[in-house]
């Protein structure tokens, strides 16, 4: 998915050194034991069953009969921390509820798209302007709803899910199901090039002010980004739980994390100790990716639903590490295996 760290990516560095890793104790997790780990372990144990690895099934299966959560975790992991050589980066993002309307309107105008017939994963799609200037894709049923600001479709789309509120109250959930196969260009790093802002300043909440407040300038802006999303509807995930993550199960508020797959495994445990004017040491579990996260040390926090979520979200860019937990006989084995 494409999300809010993506607003980030033009600052955060690209991980080039092969990754290693360092076994470490529980003593060394910085309020490891003032956590919540039975909300961590009810998390984990929502997707541990989709890790397709010998090692974690016996866990899995284990962590499902609710042991006691720190006992569990203190037995039967190691903390192992990768790195890479890049610094710690954490951002965050979270799901947007938009009003808007099945059918088009004076105020709700920018349709939001199912996946084009012919598009194919991987080849260049039109651009994020051909789509909108020039509309090819109207008159196909492709539109799910409508939306009154062009930001806010542009926000849905860096999320990658959102919660639409119809006029009626009823709410259709929509979840990312698809992109243009263009390349990601950062709004934010191009506000900053133009000398609109410095580089601390830029946020979720600073980008959309100067695009509401400067409209042609605005819509071109936008428009320097090739990249668009597609979405699908996901009405049968219950309202009260999160959106879909990259399990394709429902993430949690503030214990889910998107990471790099190719370096940490999706559904383990994952330690953080975040930075920034709000410190987080908690547990979470790494349920989603995204297109800018890329690196050992880089993770985006899930917020949760709303405005609220959004503000929280907008404001982190901090620093920090983060540790894997893996079962003890996998944490050997793949410290062995990069020392080479």
């Known amino acids: 998915m494409i999300r809010a760290a993506a607003l980030w990516c033009a600052f955060a560095g690209t991980a080039v050194a ?17 956590d919540d780990h039975d909300a ?3 998390v984990f144990a929502e997707t541990c069953g989709d890790i397709m690895r010998s090692e974690w099934r016996s866990l899995c299966a284990f962590a499902k009969d609710r042991p006691a959560a ?7 992991f190691q903390p192992v921390l990768i790195e ?16 808007g309307d099945i059918g088009r309107s004076d105020r709700f105008s920018h349709p939001i798209y199912r996946l084009p017939t012919d598009h194919v994963e991987g080849q260049p799609y039109l651009t994020r302007r051909e789509i909108q200037e020039d509309e090819p894709l109207a008159g196909q049923g ?3 709803a409508w939306l009154e600001d062009p930001v806010d479709l542009f926000f849905l789309q860096v999320q990658g899910s959102g919660r639409i509120r119809l006029p009626n109250g009823r709410v259709i959930r929509v979840g990312y199901a698809g992109k243009n196969g263009r390349d990601y260009t ?57 959106p879909l993550g990259a399990m394709n199960r429902s993430i949690t508020d503030l214990r889910s994390i998107a990471v790099d797959p190719s370096v940490t495994l999706l559904g383990a445990p994952v330690w953080i100790e975040k930075d920034g004017d709000v410190p987080m040491n908690r547990l979470m579990v790494a349920q989603d990716t995204g297109s800018a996260i890329k690196g050992a040390q880089r993770a985006d926090i ?4 709303g405005a609220e979520a959004g503000r929280q979200a ?7 590490r983060m540790v894997v937990l893996m079962p003890v006989e996998y944490a050997l084995a793949k410290v062995a295996e990069s020392q080479g």
């Open 18 to 34: 092969d990754p290693t890793y360092t076994i470490l104790s529980f003593d060394d997790l910085e309020g490891w034991a003032a």
């Open 186 to 242: 950062s709004v934010g790093a191009m506000l900053v090039s133009q000398g609109h802002f410095e580089a601390h300043e830029v946020s979720a909440d600073a980008i959309r002010d100067w695009v509401r407040n400067n409209p042609e300038d605005g819509q071109s802006l936008l428009w320097q980004n090739d990249s668009y999303v597609f979405f699908r509807e996901v009405n049968e995930v219950p309202a009260e739980r999160g």
């Open 70 to 76: 720190r006992d569990f975790f203190e037995t039967f």
């Open 142 to 144: 492709l539109e799910i």
């Open 314 to 320: 907008g404001n982190i860019k901090d620093g920090g």
């Open 84 to 99: 890479d050589g890049e610094p710690m980066l954490f951002t965050g993002y979270y799901e947007p509820e938009i009003a």
């Open 40 to 42: 961590a372990l009810a």
């Open 302 to 305: 899930f917020f949760g639903t």
